[in-house]
C-alpha cells in the first residue's frame, strides 16, 4: 500500500514560497511602519498606522508602545490602545485617567 504524505515536493515548496513571500511582506511593512513611527514621535498619525498593523497580530506590542508614553497619543492612538488591551482580556486594569492625561499632552498630534 502506498501513502501519499501530500503534494509533490515542488508543489509544496511553491506554496511554502508563497507562504514566506506573504509573511516576509508583512513583517516588512511592519518594519517600514515602525521606523516611521519611532522617527515621528510626535506624529500621531504615524503612531496610529504603526498601531493599528501591529495590532492585528501583537496587541501586547501595542499596549508596550503606548506605555512608554514617549510617542504622540491621539483619539485613534488611544482606541488602538483600548482595542489592544481588550484583546488581552485587560480592559477593566485600564487606567482611563493616565490615558486620557496622556492624550491630553498632544493637540493634532504635535506635543503642547
Known sequence: MRVVSGP?????????????????SDRRRLKELEEV???????????????????????KAVVSWV????FAIDEGVA???????SKLGRISAVDVR???SAAGKWTLGWRK
Open 8 to 24: 509533490p515536493t515542488s508543489s509544496r515548496r511553491s506554496v511554502y514560497s508563497l507562504i514566506e513571500s506573504v509573511l516576509g
Open 37 to 59: 513611527a519611532a522617527k515621528n514621535p510626535n506624529n500621531a498619525s504615524a503612531q496610529l498606522a504603526f498601531l493599528r498593523e501591529l495590532g492585528k497580530k501583537h496587541p
Open 98 to 100: 493616565k490615558l486620557a
Open 79 to 85: 482606541k488602538e490602545y483600548l482595542i489592544a488591551q
Open 67 to 70: 506605555d512608554s508614553t514617549k
